[in-house]
């Protein structure tokens, strides 16, 4: 079975552009979180998703935002870059929301210039 | 203060050591996840745990709920060990939502 996959891997942008990622969760997983890791913040939660219902969000502000489609499949978005943004972002996929084992994506690394 | 602590921070060990990391969190659980992190960024779960103890060839993991207390036991420590080791837990009713400690830098030396 595949495991999480996201696109991109890389990414650089600038201040003030916006940026999509996108997690496509391992087959039969309903369950999406996103994650933001930085050296001084450390793991942090975005979003929970699950059948395309937001169901948890961590403090990030309104530029921060995400969806789940029909088949799982999650993208985030983050408007208005800041260069604070620089992090590697990853998901994590689970069968079921809550007490499930999560399953983390290789992460997409965004660097904000 | 943060909810999940970690110690140690960083940890150097030689070839064939056992090695202990230690959790402790000041939050109610509902099961509490070890994870493994290597160079590059990719992440993997290493166990979750509600009670007791779990055991994964060189590696076990138990904790204690009472005392808000979990342990990563590694035996016969490698080299390619070496990793961040990180702890984080599932608050009571949030969901899928992990609340992450700061993570143990371990370099297992040959």
């Known amino acids: 079975k595949a495991g999480v996959t996201q696109t991109p891997r890389y990414l650089i942008k600038t201040r003030g552009q916006q940026v999509t990622l996108s997690c496509s969760p391992i087959s039969g997983h309903r369950s999406v979180s996103w994650y933001q890791q930085t050296p001084g913040q450390g793991l942090q939660f975005l979003f929970e998703y699950f059948s395309e219902t937001q169901r948890n969000k961590g403090n990030f502000p309104g530029r921060f935002s995400g969806r789940q489609f029909s088949n799982s499949r999650s993208e985030m978005n983050v408007s208005t870059l800041e260069l604070g943004d620089s992090a590697l972002y990853l998901c994590a996929s689970s069968l079921a929301a809550g007490v499930d084992t999560q399953y983390f994506g290789p992460g997409t690394r965004l660097t904000v210039l | 203060k943060n909810e999940v602590e970690q110690s140690p921070q960083n940890l150097t060990a030689q070839e064939g050591e056992f090695i202990t990391i230690n959790c402790s969190y000041s939050v109610g659980i509902s099961a509490l996840h070890w994870l493994q992190q290597h160079p590059g960024g990719g992440i993997v779960s290493l166990f979750m745990l509600s009670s007791g103890k779990k055991k994964h060839g060189r590696l076990i993991a138990t904790i204690n709920i009472q005392e808000k207390h979990s342990s990563l036991h590694i035996t016969a420590s490698h080299p390619r060990d070496s990793a961040v080791y990180i702890c984080?837990?599932?608050?009571?009713?949030?969901?899928?939502?992990?609340?992450f400690g700061e993570g143990t830098q371990l370099t297992v030396n040959p």
């Open positions: 984080a837990v599932l608050k009571e009713t949030s969901g899928s939502r992990l609340t």
